[in-house]
């Protein structure tokens, strides 16, 4: 499988080149040239199966050969073989027609170590066959963060420096980060918002001196194979639910639009699905864009689903791509509009595309706390605050066709939040027992690039030694 990028300008790469790109040297972000078909009679096939099996066989398409078969296999079993629950990502229903799909019995409680612990084992292999080293850096607004570093720690070939935003992540979500002990980990707490950082993450792999030296390496969303990793449990759910002989509806609690673009992928590859809706919380620049036709930030505020409040939407620009007719110079255009003035209109053409197959809908905290409180009240289920926001936005959304919602984290990563709307405390998993205890260690970084690029280069194996992936 060849990838190219969203911006038309980057050279087109195989799977083991894009999962160590990153983001593409044109500041675009990498799609398959030609999006994998699946038959009716494969996703029936589905029905029943082990997770693992199914991922193997979403997965092989677009590794190609880069991976031989059998470490492909030997990757897919370890990784979802470290899940809490066998199903992997169960479904529970929490009405006549509607469902959760909980994603969050990994080992940091969201949806991100779906993916996570799939990428950890495909990038330390490509890197021990390369006999490379990488720096690995991320930005998080709560909840990629603590998966990857729960997924790279104590990796002999990488280093990791994941930014967050200081203050704006749960206490549970923090110590995720500061408690690994790993030498190779690096969490580093910086003064802005999570756009902030991620602009940062961005503006490191723009600096292409910077990039070559570090042999950079990005475990956020702009890397394919985050999107790719996500796109099994659509599969998966759709499956199980009598897809293909029914359509399925999916609500998508959205921030930087990898989640929710995964199920435009599965679409695409031939999954029958109805609607898929975006979930907001005030952080609703999306639902605005499918309102008004007009990507336009109005600044972030603080949520109780803090881990959504994002206003730059990775990506978007994926589906900007797509919905466009694969137009990359319209997509450069758009970007450099939106990086001048903070909005850009969308072609006409391409926003009709995007309702044909998107709904959106926003969720304040008031609908988030009494959607908490409602679901503990009428079913005995604890929803956190991301897929609360999700549940609330697919009430309104029911229809004929079963609708599945996301659920993205565990309640127990914000219990505050949590217990405020019901007044019952989440409890966390014996796994994390002692994480409110344990030391944390971090740094703390103003919001500027050559201050993180000088931390990184201080502590990175990868700068010392000199060695590229
Ligand atoms: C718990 C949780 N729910 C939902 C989201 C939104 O997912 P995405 O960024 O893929 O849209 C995130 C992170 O962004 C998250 O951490
Ligand atoms: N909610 C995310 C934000 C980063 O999203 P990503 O999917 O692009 O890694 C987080 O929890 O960090």
Redesign the pocket.
């Known amino acids: 499988m060849e990838y190219v990028s969203t911006r038309g300008e980057a050279p087109v790469l195989g799977f083991a080149d894009v999962l160590l790109a990153g983001l593409a040297t044109d500041g675009g972000l990498y799609v398959p040239k030609a999006w994998p078909a699946f038959s009716s009679e494969d996703i029936r096939a589905m029905r029943g199966q082990p997770y693992a099996d199914v991922a193997l066989k979403i997965l092989t398409p677009f590794v190609g050969s880069d991976i031989a078969p059998a470490d492909l296999k030997a990757m897919v079993d370890a990784a979802y073989g470290s899940f809490r629950h066998p199903a992997v990502a169960p479904l529970v229903q929490i009405g006549p027609s509607h469902f959760v799909l909980e994603l969050f019995h990994g080992p940091t409680l969201a949806f991100?170590d779906v993916a996570m612990q799939l990428l950890s084992r495909l990038m330390d292999h490509v890197l021990r066959e390369r006999g490379a080293n990488a720096t690995i850096v991320?930005?998080?607004?709560?909840?990629?963060?603590g998966a990857a570093i729960a997924a790279f720690a104590e990796s002999e070939r990488t280093d990791i420096f994941i930014l967050f935003p200081k203050g704006r992540v749960s206490p549970v979500q923090q110590r995720q980060m500061t408690t690994s002990g790993a030498a190779n980990v690096h969490a580093v707490a910086v003064e802005g918002t999570?756009d902030d950082c991620q602009a940062l993450i961005k503006a490191m792999f723009n600096d292409q001196r910077f990039r070559q030296k570090a042999a950079l390496s990005g475990v956020?969303?702009?890397n394919w194979a985050?999107i790719m990793a996500q796109i099994v449990y659509y599969f998966t759910a759709a499956a199980s639910l009598g897809s293909p002989d029914r359509t399925i509806s999916f609500t998508v609690p959205t921030?930087?639009f990898?989640d929710i673009f995964a199920g435009y992928a599965a679409k695409r590859m031939g999954l029958p699905i109805d609607r898929l809706i975006i979930a907001t919380n005030e952080n609703d620049i999306l639902a605005r864009t499918l309102d008004s036709g007009r990507y336009e930030k109005t600044g972030v505020h603080a949520t109780t689903s803090p881990?959504?409040d994002?206003e730059i939407s990775?990506n978007f620009e994926r589906l900007l791509f797509e919905a466009g007719g694969r137009d990359a110079e319209s997509v450069r255009r758009m970007m450099q509009q939106l990086a001048q003035s903070g909005s850009f209109a969308l072609p006409e053409a391409t926003i009709s595309a995007i309702r044909a197959e998107f709904d959106a809908g926003r969720s304040t905290r008031a609908e988030v706390a009494e959607t908490i409180r409602g679901s503990l009240v009428s079913s005995a289920y604890m929803l956190d605050p991301h897929t609360a926001v999700g549940v609330a936005v697919a009430d309104r959304h029911l229809a004929d066709s079963p609708m599945v919602t996301l659920g993205t984290a565990h309640p127990a990563k914000f219990p505050d939040a949590v217990k405020a709307a019901c007044g019952v405390s989440p409890e966390l998993p014996p796994s994390h027992a002692d994480l409110m205890t344990r030391r944390e260690t971090f740094d703390s970084l103003p919001n500027d690039l050559s201050a993180v690029e000088a931390y990184i280069a201080e502590r990175s194996r990868a700068v010392r030694k000199g060695v590229t992936a």
């Open positions: 991100k991320g930005a998080t607004s709560g909840d990629t963060g999570f956020n969303s702009i985050r921030g930087n990898g881990s959504m994002i990775s």
